[in-house]
T-cell receptor, first 111, second 112 residues
Framework: SQTIHQWPATLVQPVGSPLSLECTVE??????LYWYRQAAGRGLQLLFY??????ISSEVPQNLSASRPQDRQFILSSKKLLLSDSGFYLCACRGNWYGYTFGSGTRLTVV | EDQVTQSPEALRLQEGESSSLNCSYT??????LFWYRQDPGKGPEFLFT???AGEEKEKERLKATLTKKESFLHITAPKPEDSATYLCAVQASGGSNYKLTFGKGTLLTVNP
């Protein structure tokens, strides 16, 4: 079965600082990978997805970016954080079935 | 555009008081409908996948059903440990991205 590792679990960053969140996957190869954000009072919003190394699709225009340097590594980045970037960030992987396995998430607070 | 609406937003039950959560959806061809459970500060945990109208799935006190327009998550004789946010998501058929569109969830609280 798949296991998703996400870190850090919590992060407090000042406005204008850079961001790097990492997600790694075990137990599968060539998975579809996803970054979602969950803000208070809102549902899970798909930010980026990747169907393979170096292949990134963006769902929502914003100051975030994603990269997939290795088959089982997915990175979410920002050069300058905004207050509106605060939220709960979740990495997900699609394995041998149509649904997802989720990581444990990163709580980001931009101050 | 695929849309998922969950109701109610919040539900408070007494232990043993059965009820149902609703998930209404619009999608251009349904590949699958998914139910997840999410505890505070954690990632969603998979519960069920339903693929076609009339399908039902059960797990302990939970039963999920599917029609062409909505899905219900029935909770029978709930216990306090069933308290969580329940998320519904749909996946459209076609393509290789397998994106899930989520509703905002129903926050269930079961009091002892």
């Amino acid at each position: 079965s798949q296991t998703i590792h996400q870190w850090p679990a919590t992060l407090v960053q000042p406005v204008g600082s850079p961001l790097s969140l990492e997600c790694t996957v075990e137990g599968t190869s060539n998975p579809n990978l996803y970054w979602y954000r969950q803000a208070a009072g809102r549902g899970l919003q798909l930010l980026f997805y990747s169907v393979g190394i170096g292949q990134i699709s963006s769902e929502v225009p914003q100051n975030l970016s994603a990269s997939r340097p290795q088959d089982r590594q997915f990175i979410l980045s920002s050069k300058k954080l905004l207050l509106s970037d605060s939220g709960f960030y979740l990495c997900a992987c699609r394995g041998n079935w149509y649904g997802y396995t989720f990581g444990s998430g990163t709580r980001l607070t931009v101050v | 555009e695929d849309q998922v609406t969950q109701s109610p937003e919040a539900l408070r039950l007494q232990e043993g008081e059965s009820s149902s959560l609703n998930c209404s959806y619009t999608v251009s061809g349904l590949r699958g409908l998914f139910w997840y459970r999410q505890d505070p500060g954690k990632g969603p945990e998979f519960l069920f996948t339903l693929y076609s109208a009339g399908e039902e799935k059960e797990k302990e006190r939970l039963k999920a059903t599917l029609t062409k327009k909505e899905s219900f998550l029935h909770i029978t004789a709930p216990k306090p440990e069933d308290s969580a946010t329940y998320l519904c998501a749909v996946q459209a058929s076609g393509g290789s991205n397998y994106k899930l569109t989520f509703g905002k969830g129903t926050l269930l609280t079961v009091n002892p």
